[in-house]
């Protein structure tokens, strides 16, 4: 998948269009988000789909400052209003049955951002992250935050390490509604606990499981160093490097070189 919020945009955007018929907004999201539904209880997944609603209107921020950026005429944010407004009508009641929800996506909504994402991709060329090795750190992840839940250590640091295998789970996940952005955010999100993570380094229970953990980190950083800006990945990741001090033939080292290329 590359690094243009365009295109995810139009993608989730379309998706939403033709979801089916009327119905709660909770209903059409899920739809569009491929959010599993219990259909046995008919209940819906409310956290999942606000955060899912959420990450759309992030998503749609991004593009438009995007466009700003790469100097886009304005009379394309015109997509976006009709946009906003189906995410504030859809937050307004998510259970109530809202008829028409969608109408305000016009085809020249879709048309308006469809072509906002092509000549996105002229102004600004982005590289592509590879999704097999994004599912294999996804598993890896949910291996671990398994595994450190039935480990006995220090409650402080278990918890902090469930947490951030939990952030890199999710980010993973969230990756398809937002694109690179979210794996961003969760390395920095890394990067503001390493102090709490050095206590691991003379608890040598706990040191088995901050080892793991700092594996998947940097196959983690490894994966997005060389999305959007990678001076930014680089210096994310760069904390857990000197923490615990990995041998080069143990963990592949940053090539600091690519960092600094177009």
């Known amino acids: 998948m590359q690094n243009n919020p365009a295109v995810h945009l139009y993608d989730l ?3 939403l269009r033709s979801t089916s018929g009327n119905g709660s907004p909770a209903t059409l999201w899920a739809q569009a988000l491929s959010i599993p539904v219990n259909h046995e209880t008919t209940s819906l997944p409310l956290i999942p789909i606000i955060q899912g609603i959420l990450a759309f209107l992030d998503l749609l921020n991004e593009t438009e400052r995007g466009m700003h950026e790469l100097g886009f005429d304005d009379f394309y944010s015109e997509a976006f ?6 995410v504030q009508v859809s937050l ?3 259970r109530a049955n809202q008829p028409d929800l969608t109408r305000p996506i016009t085809d020249e ?3 308006l951002l469809r072509v ?3 000549e996105w991709e002229k102004k600004k060329p982005a590289p592509k992250i590879d999704e097999a090795v994004l599912k294999e750190i996804h598993a890896e992840a949910h291996d671990l935050f398994e595994a450190v839940k039935s480990a006995e250590f220090d409650g402080d640091l278990k918890r902090l390490i469930l947490s951030l295998t939990s952030e890199i789970e999710q980010a993973i996940q969230q990756y ?3 694109g690179p952005e979210s794996l961003k955010r969760a390395l920095s999100l890394i990067n503001l606990n390493i102090e709490t993570l050095d206590k691991a380094k003379g608890n040598e229970r706990a040191k088995i499981w901050w080892t793991r953990f700092y594996k998947v980190a940097v196959k983690f950083s490894e994966l997005v160093k060389f999305v959007g800006d990678t001076r930014k990945t680089i210096e994310a990741i760069s904390p857990l490097v000197r923490l615990v001090g990995g041998a080069p033939d143990e ?3 940053v090539d600091l ?3 600094n290329k177009p």
């Open 13 to 15: 955007t379309r998706r």
């Open 81 to 86: 209003p009709p946009l906003r407004r189906v």
């Open 92 to 94: 307004s009641n998510l």
């Open 109 to 111: 909504t879709l048309t």
């Open 116 to 118: 906002i994402a092509a």
């Open 176 to 178: 398809r509604i937002s």
């Open 251 to 253: 963990i592949a080292p």
């Open 257 to 259: 070189h690519h960092q």
